[in-house]
């Protein structure tokens, strides 16, 4: 059974530091290429949720416009875990954070996210 665990999201004022884990299980992980999507307040997550950072097998990164510089994505195959580093966090960084392979795994197959809030 896939299924994506996320956490450690929470209320961080501007310019402070969150950390954010994903626990995956019930795909191959190794060979997975995986990302963070961010789907912002009031929005429906298969429309409009963005990739704001991505690890490939090889241990590549890639970065969204909006988090390069302050996002640092890494994973731990071992633990089948993804990690995003989120420092300098701005307002515009707020909403519901999710993890998941690239391409989808499964249309329509997501966890529960974890809330990002990012305070002025």
């Known amino acids: 059974q896939v299924q994506f665990v996320e956490s450690g999201g929470g209320l961080v004022q501007a310019g402070g530091s969150l950390r954010l884990s994903c626990a995956a299980s019930g795909i191959m992980f190794g060979a997975s290429t995986m990302a963070w999507f961010r789907q912002p307040p009031g929005n429906q997550r298969e429309l409009v949720s963005t990739?704001?950072?991505?690890?490939?097998?090889?241990?590549?990164?890639m970065y969204s416009n909006s988090v390069k510089g302050r996002f640092t994505i890494s994973r731990d195959n071992a633990k089948r875990m993804v990690y995003l580093q989120m420092d300098d966090v701005t307002p515009e960084d707020t909403g519901v954070y999710y993890c998941n392979t690239v391409p989808l795994i499964r249309a329509g197959l997501w966890g529960q996210g974890t809330q990002v809030t990012v305070s002025t």
């Open positions: 990739r704001v950072a991505t690890i490939q097998v090889d241990g590549n990164t």
